[in-house]
Structure formats: C-alpha cells, structure tokens
C-alpha cells in the first residue's frame, strides 16, 4: 500500500515470500523489509547495518553477513535508523561470518531459534526468544547483552560474558563459559524453571536466581561471587564447587547437597550469610576457612569440614562464621583455631573435631533441645563454652607432643609470643592472656556429662556442670587457679545429683566440689 489515511491504512499484514535475499558485495544499510516468510537472506561480504526487518512468519533457513550493526548511532539524530530483526515464527539460523560481531541490534523472535545463534561477540544486543533458544554459541564474547528466552538449551561462550543478563522462563540446561563472568544476572523463573548446569573456567560473578532446582554452579579455577537464591519449594541445589573462593551470599530454598571450596567460603570484608532453609548434606573448605556465616534451616547430614588457617600474633587470623543448625548437625571437623559459635537448635551435635588448633574464647559449642555426642580437641586449648540441654557424652582435650597444648583453660605459664613446632600458632591465641578474673570456660549441660577426660594438660578456672550427674572426669595434669591472684575456690565441679569419680594426677588447688545442688 502506498497511501495511508482515514480511508486507507496499512493493516501491517505481510503476504509476500522472499525465498532468497542475497548480496554479494556491500551492506544492506538503511532498508526496511517487510515480508510473510523468508528462506535465507545472504550478505557474502558485507554488514546487516541500521535495517527494519519484519517476517510475519517463519525463516526456514539462514540470515547472514560479515556483522550486524548500527552505524546510525555516530550521527546527527534525524540520521539515527532503527536496526531490528522480527520473526513472528520461528527463526532456523543466523550467523555473523567471518568472525562477525553483533552489535546494536535488537531481534525478537516469537517462536523458537530451532537451530543456532553464532557469532564472535554479542555487543549491546537485545535478544528476545519467546521459545525456545537451541543454542547459543559465541567465539568471544557477551558484552552488555540482554537476552530473554522461554528456554535455552545450550550457551557456549569461548571468553567472557560481562554485564550481561539472561532472563529465561523455563530451563537452562547447559550454560558454558571458556573464560569468566563477570557482573551478570542469571534469572530463570516460572513453573518449569530450573538449571541443571552453569560453568565458567575462571572467576563466576553474578546474581543467580531460579524457582527450580539448580544442577551444578561450578568455577573450575577461579572464584564464585555475587548471589545465588532459589525462590520456591523445588528450589534445591546439588552442588556449589569453585576452585578457589565462594563469596556468594546464598538464600537455597530448599536442600542443598555440596558447597565446596578450594580456599575460603565468604570474604573478611563482607563476610556475608550462606542460607539454606532445608538440609544441608555437606560443607567442605578443607583447603581454607568458613568467613560467612552458616544458617541451616532443617539439618546437616553429612558434616562441614574447615581447613588450616594461620594464627599469630604477627598474622591474626580473620573471624570465624558462626554455625548455626536448626535441625541436627552431624560433625564439625576443624583444623587451626576457631572462634565461631556453634549451635544446634534441636537435634543435637554428633561431633566437633578440632586438630592442631583450639576452641577459642567467645566462641562455643551449644545444643538447644538436644545433645552432644563429643567435642574432641587434639593438640590444642579449650577456651570457649560448651552447653547442652540433654547429655554431653564426651569432652576431650588431648595434648601435644611438646607440651604446649592440652589445657581446659588459659595456662598462665604459657605466652601467646613464645613459639611452637607449629609454625601455624603459638603457645597461646593472639591476645590471649591470664587475668586476676576467671579466664576459664564453662562446660554444662541440662541433664548429664558422662565423661571429660584431659589427657596431659590442666584444667584451669573452668565451671563444669551437670544437672543430673557427671561420670567421669580424668585429668593427667592438675586443676587449680592460674596463679594471678583473683578468688579462691576458681574451679567449680558440680552436679545436681552424683559425681561419680574424679581422677587428678596432678595438683587440686582451688577446686569447689559440689553435689546435690539444683543449679
């Protein structure tokens, strides 16, 4: 139609076909196409550049050329062209040959992309898929993109994708990048939504969101950053892996199974919280350290596992996460110091290991409506509380072989300058010192403390506990004062009902021994 008016308009149906559009040499600069299907369109050697192209219904083949671009953008702005791509079906096949870019161009495509996108970059394009996206494929990168889908099957970019988003309606199953991303958002909503698999060979920085299961999120040698949150009741995650650092703060709606970490979980600076409101099977950052704190809404079922971390005065660790379970946590296995809180809510702690370093002072382990099946510390102090409201059943401080660690308590005779065989720590945590106070810790519990056994050390100025009885407490080494003065009678043995035997090799210097007292 060449005349529009009151009388005559332009019903924007298009019921011509071109089959093949093909340029062999130049742009296609300029032009509006308007058409019901097309088969190819071929630009051999030259750009797709500030067109409107309209296909009311399907591209059964190929749209191609060097690059698609908007040179419009340099000039005045009565000279400033739309470049658009709309596809009212579905889209086969485009392609940037000659390692071409796309750039500038919004396409839109209201069925699917049954074939492939591919091109070198993806620069400031806008793609809209109301379907399904095939495949996806990049020989570089994806820069400042925005790409919207109902689905994509397979990304796979061989560099970069940076401050970019993907907004997808239903699955991504295989998102792949060569290199890193960098300050992107993933978001993948709706009933069906989920992604079974995101990887970047290097650093993972991006806000990740699904109201489905999430597969694997993996960084193989780098870190993973941002956020990662699934926001309904199928929101499970398998697996969190990166071969460095994890400083993702987490909301998982459901389980999760593995977080691991080849250095560190969380950032010092912002330490952050990772949140998992089912269960929790494993933890591991045996290679390094927990900074975030842990919340576990049901239980952990498998353990969390923390590595070495250095210690001195000259290099003070950073503060531990705290552990907080509301269901049962299984194990706590932890190499080096710690000071984070430790708790069960319900449920009640199998086991806390900790290896060549000590419980330290304001930190603790605590079952609420629950037990503890044993905190086992092997050459190093126990500084910080423990309680239970039902039964701890073991308690044991094992010492070093040179003597230096082993103690219940702060050990006035040891210093926190004077060094080890362990490079790792000294005698005694940074800042920690005996004072004319009660430095000890308090071990307690709600019903009874079957046994608490210090294989070489003393136990000094601590308050044990039990409402019920104690079974045994063993000591081959003293338990006294710290000598800085203070009050007398600093160490308190107690239970509600019986203590049944005490066996002290050493000293008892300032020891209240008390039966039958209700608290």
Known sequence: QFWTGFAYFNDNIFRGEI????????????????????????????FYDANDMSILGDVTGTISANGFRNSTLDGEQLEFRINRITVGQDLERLTA?????LSDISISVLGDIEGSLTAANLVRTELQVANTIRSLVTSESILASSITAGQLVAVNVSDTVQLSSFAVAGPIQNFTVQNEIIRSQIAVTGPD?????????????????????????????????????????????????????????????????????GRNIGDAGD?????????????????????????????????????????????????????????????????GDFDGIITSESGGIGQVNI????????????????????????????????????????VSVQSSADGSFGDIGVNEQLSSGTTTTDNARNQLPPGVTATAGIDGPTIASGRAINSIIVSGGDIIEATIYARTFIGTIAVNGAVRTNAQGGTDETTIIAAGDLIQEVFISGAADDVLFLAGVAS
């Open 355 to 394: 290896v060549n370093g000590s419980r330290l002072a304001g930190g603790a382990v605590i079952a609420n409506d629950g037990g503890i099946g044993s905190v086992t510390i092997l050459s190093g102090h126990l500084l910080g509380d423990i309680y239970a409201d039902q039964t701890i059943n073991l």
């Open 97 to 101: 040959t000659q390692n071409g870019t």
């Open 19 to 46: 089959r093949e559009l093909s340029v062999n040499v130049g742009d296609m600069f300029g032009s509006v196409v308007a058409i019901s299907d097309l088969d190819n369109l071929t630009l051999s050697n030259g």
């Open 193 to 261: 939504g989920r992604i079974d698999r995101l990887t970047a060979t290097n650093d993972l920085d991006a806000d990740i969101s699904s109201s489905g299961r999430i597969g694997t999120i993996s960084s193989q040698n780098g870190s993973i950053s941002g956020s990662i949150v699934t926001t309904t009741d199928r929101g499970d995650v398998n697996m969190i892996t990166a071969a460095v650092d994890i400083a993702s703060t987490t909301d998982i709606a459901g389980d999760l199974n593995m977080i691991e970490a």
């Open 271 to 335: 330490p952050g919280v990772v949140l998992v409101r089912g269960n929790l099977t494993e933890l591991d950052v045996s290679g390094g350290r927990l900074i975030s704190d842990l919340r576990v809404g049901g239980a952990v079922t498998q353990g969390v596992t923390i590595g070495a971390v250095v210690n001195l005065p000259t290099d003070p660790k950073d503060a531990d996460g705290d552990i907080t379970v509301f269901g049962r946590l299984s194990s706590v296995d932890i190499i």
